[in-house]
């Protein structure tokens, strides 16, 4: 069975630092697709970043990107130059091409002023 | 364009007591989820339609929960009757498509209903 296992379940970082989110999963599959979702305290869930297994390019969206080790089965996410609006649970989650998707618990962030 | 829309947004009620959620995807979503959430945890899947087909309720406690999809468009989650652990919120989302159609989309969540059974 897949699982995805977020380390982390709390931070805390200054604004304008950069921070790192980790997040390892366990799959036998070969093509799959992996999703970081930030939900802020108002609770609606809205995706961060994607990637797609067979890439091996890192996904990258404006200040947030991933570093994802296929062998390790690690991706982890990294938050440059945060801001306060950043304050979220971030949530890493897992699908292959013919099951559901499947969350970590969560890493609860705080963007410091 | 509108997002998920879910309603209501919160809901009280006493154990025994049944209950309904609705949810309205995203137009022209042929998928759409229906997640459990506990506080501090991450949505766990409670079932999937792809049109008006159940198509993954494996985790959907059949003896108290129900859900309908009629029309392929807004779906309603029921509980009847509520126990006390059911206290939770309740995520709806949907995506263009699902796994198994040989694309995984993305999913777009709902504002979720937040569940308190007293």
């Not at chain 2, 509520?82 to 694309?103: K, N, R």
Request: with cysteine; proline share 5%.
């Amino acid at each position: 069975a897949q699982t995805v296992t977020q380390s982390q379940p709390e931070m805390s970082v200054q604004e304008a630092e950069t921070v790192t989110l980790s997040c390892t999963y366990d799959t036998s599959e070969n093509n799959y697709y992996l999703f970081w979702y930030k939900q802020p305290p108002s609770r609606q869930m809205i995706l961060v970043i994607r990637q797609e297994a067979y890439k091996q390019q890192n996904a990258t969206e404006n200040r947030f990107s991933v570093n994802f080790q296929k062998a390790a089965k690690s991706f982890s996410l990294k938050i440059s130059d945060s801001q306060l609006g950043d304050t979220a649970m971030y949530f890493c989650a897992f699908t292959n091409r013919d099951d559901k998707i499947i969350f970590g618990k969560g890493t609860r962030l705080h963007i410091l002023p | 364009e509108a997002g998920v829309v879910q309603s209501p947004r919160y809901k009280i009620i006493e154990k025994k007591q049944p209950v309904a959620f609705w949810c309205n995807p995203i137009s022209g979503h042929n998928t759409l989820y229906w997640y459990l959430q506990n506080l501090g945890q991450g949505p766990e899947l409670l079932i999937r339609y792809e049109n008006e087909e159940a198509v993954d309720d494996s985790q959907l406690p059949k003896d108290r929960f129900s859900a309908e999809r009629l029309k392929g468009v807004d779906s309603t989650l029921k509980i009847q009757p509520a126990e006390l652990g059911d206290s939770a919120v309740y995520l709806c989302a949907s995506s263009l498509e699902g796994p198994g159609t040989g694309s995984t989309d993305t999913q777009y969540f709902g504002p979720g209903t937040r569940l308190t059974v007293l």
